[in-house]
């Protein structure tokens, strides 16, 4: 048995809230108690549930509610093992006549998420700083006072184009997609803020109708929802690009504050200016390491340095070379005293002669001369012409 209740236990507590619908047929609030315990009554079926809630949950209707009392209540299933009974925790009690609206609320918001209206995908960022705000508000309101007196105490300068429309009844969805449309094509308003303070369902119910959340998804321009305060939430909030909590957000979230941009200039010019001086010093650093080299420090010293060596060579070259010259000179001399030596001329000078047929052979044995042959004498002088005496 234990088993199947903790089962059925852990069923129910994947269970997510539900809109329950009934009649309050026992109420309990103990002086003191942080708790209030109801019993929930259908009485077409004959169907009761025990109903838990925080008193401060209840106290929000509780001038309005007794026994007796239909009401609708937001509530989450919870399975009490021990004794196998199941209540609704409750997290909102409203008056009953809510109920069938809710319902169309609801069915609205599952058909324009299938489209896919509410993705994140499509929503547009809101600009740095917007030289234009377009508001779309009631007249004389508290929200159009919150909205111009913040967004112009962070940012002076910022210029508002504003539209007062109707923020209930039966004609405020015709003006305020009116105004959004107009704004939308103001070729100054880079921003639109839609703007009203909190109220019941009924007076938001405007602000949650299907033509207004498709001019919103239909604007080019950033479009901006800041309608009533944080619990209430209508569909406008789903398909508009930025969702503020109350109107006083909205201002805080479209204009940045001219005195954290100032400081964040100059954290940014500070930190700029140390990193440019930190660099320049570094640069200075350098350039004093290089020019205390011996290349930089005194340039005309490895030049002068260079040129003695080169002058020096060109010394020693001369020297080698001149001495080369006469070494080669007495060579020559000795070469031609030799040659001199050896000369044929200078031994015909000494009186020699050379005798030469006609054949120009000379003559070396006289036992090859014939008598009577015609020679030819060479001396030193010139020559002349000889003929061969009989021999003997």
Known sequence: ???????????????????????????????????????????????????????????????????????IVLAKPEWYAARGTLSLR???????????????????????FAEGLFEDARKKPLPFLPGCVG?????????????????????????????????QGPQAVGQVCAAVRE??????????????????VEDLLPFSDEELVRTVAAARTPVVSAIGHEPDQPLLDFVA????????????????????????????????????????DREEAGLASVRSRPALAAPTEAVAARG????????????????????????????????VALSPLATLERGYAVLQRADGAVVTDPALLADGEALRARVAGGAFGVRVAEQG
């Open 135 to 167: 508001l779309v508000t009631g007249r004389g309101s508290a929200a159009e006072r919150d909205v111009l007196e913040n967004a112009r105490r962070r940012w002076p300068a910022v210029r508002f184009e504003v539209r007062n429309v109707l923020v």
């Open 308 to 339: 003695a060596e080169v002058t020096a060579l060109v010394e020693r070259a001369r020297r080698v070379l001149g001495h080369r010259l006469d070494h080669a000179q007495t060579d020559l001399g000795h070469a031609l005293a030799r040659v």
């Open 1 to 71: 048995m234990g088993k199947v209740s903790a089962l059925i236990g852990g069923w129910v507590d994947r269970l997510g809230e539900v809109w329950v619908e009934g009649q309050i047929a026992q109420l309990s609030r103990r002086p003191g108690a942080g708790m209030v315990f109801l019993t929930l009554r259908d009485p077409d079926r004959d169907v009761s549930l025990t109903v838990t809630c925080f008193r401060s949950v209840f106290e929000q209707v509780a001038d309005a509610v007794q026994e007796g009392s239909r009401v």
């Open 241 to 280: 690009d930025l969702r503020a909590s109350t109107p006083t957000d909205a201002a805080k979230r479209v204009v940045p504050d001219v005195g954290e941009e100032l400081a964040r200039v100059r954290q940014l010019r500070d930190r700029a200016r140390r990193y440019v001086l930190h660099r320049v």
């Open 183 to 200: 704004l939308d094509a103001h070729p100054d308003v880079e921003v639109i803020v839609v703007a009203r303070g909190g109220g019941s």
């Open 90 to 112: 409750a997290s909102e009690i409203r008056l009953v006549g809510l109920g069938e609206l809710l319902a169309r609320l609801e069915q609205l918001k599952r058909k324009l």
